[in-house]
């Protein structure tokens, strides 16, 4: 596996790859690698013929608050298990190279009314941050299809519109979310749980399916959405929000007494001590 620091060398590989008629995949993360970031990288190279990571830590999608300092950074093991993947090349830029003026300098990218709902009516900004790097990245990787988690379901649709909108030349593939045997949806967070925060961590997937099974019984949904936040808070999670929508068109909610979307998709995010979860479950998802 290669392993560059810049872009002029990540794009002189990419470039030999593609003059040999090879079709490059590209999965961008920030690191500290779980079975969900590799499952990714499995359906990447379905798609491509070599396949880019990177790893990097965007401190423009972290709000003054959060947790930037002490997410956790594994490099030389990420590095390990995506040569282990079958990764042909790893990108690992730093600020720098990112933002060459500085992340308070930097030209910025919204797209608005997506991002202002559900999570980024709670993190200001923070889809602008994921806006602004995933082009950038998309923009030095130049790849032919790239894959992100439904995990962040929120994050993919941003994503999904932002290279609609500006019409770059790239596939956007979704990659289903991995479990643990819990129910419990995989993430570098997880880890800031101790064990019983975790078992009622299990409790956010668990209220997501107790909402598509309302929903498919007919029941209203303001009262789906108000014993599902009701259900988090009886775990000790503190939800900031719990809803049903259209996966097609997340920043509007629900109206009318019952659902009947065909795309319907629970979503909930919600605090357990110091760590913030996010999950949705659509619903033909298994």
């Excluded at 997410?71 to 030389?76: D, K």
């Excluded at 997506?114 to 602008?128: D, I, K, M, N």
């Excluded at 790097?133 to 994503?159: E, H, S, T, W, Y």
């Excluded at 961590?201 to 007919?218: C, H, I, K, P, V």
Aim: hydrophobic share 45%.
């Amino acid at each position: 596996m290669h392993i560059f620091d810049s872009v002029a060398a990540l794009r002189a590989q990419v470039g030999e790859w593609r003059r040999d008629g090879l079709r490059v995949g590209f999965v961008p993360t920030m690191g500290n690698l779980h079975a969900g970031h590799y499952s990714l990288i499995e359906l990447a190279r379905a798609r491509a013929d070599r396949v880019v990571a990177s790893v990097f830590v965007n401190p423009t999608q972290f709000g003054p608050n959060e947790d930037f300092d002490r997410y956790p950074r594994t490099p030389e093991q990420d590095a390990a298990g995506l040569s282990r993947a079958g990764c042909a090349a790893l990108f690992v830029p730093d600020v720098a190279t990112m933002y060459p003026y500085g992340p308070a300098g930097a030209v910025r990218v919204e797209v608005p009314g997506l991002s202002e709902v559900l999570c980024g009516a709670f993190r200001p900004g923070h889809f602008a941050g994921v806006a602004t790097i995933v082009l950038r990245l998309l923009n030095m990787v130049q790849p032919d299809v790239a894959v992100f988690g439904r995990k962040d379901l929120q994050q993919l649709q941003v994503i999904r519109r932002l290279v609609r909108d500006v019409a770059l030349p790239v596939e956007i593939v979704a990659a289903a979310t991995r479990r643990e045997p819990s129910g419990l949806a995989m993430s570098s967070r997880n880890q800031y749980l101790e064990p019983d925060q975790r078992e009622r961590a299990a409790e956010l997937s668990r209220t997501l399916r107790f909402m598509l099974e309302a929903a498919r019984r007919g029941e209203a949904v303001e009262a789906i959405e108000a014993i599902a936040g009701e259900r988090l808070q009886q775990a000790g999670l503190q939800p900031d929000y719990a809803v049903l929508r259209a996966e097609s068109a997340l920043e509007h909610p629900l109206g009318g007494p019952a659902v009947t979307v065909p795309d319907l998709v629970a979503l909930a995010a919600a605090r357990i001590g110091r760590t913030r979860l996010i999950d949705n479950i659509a619903a033909d998802e298994p």
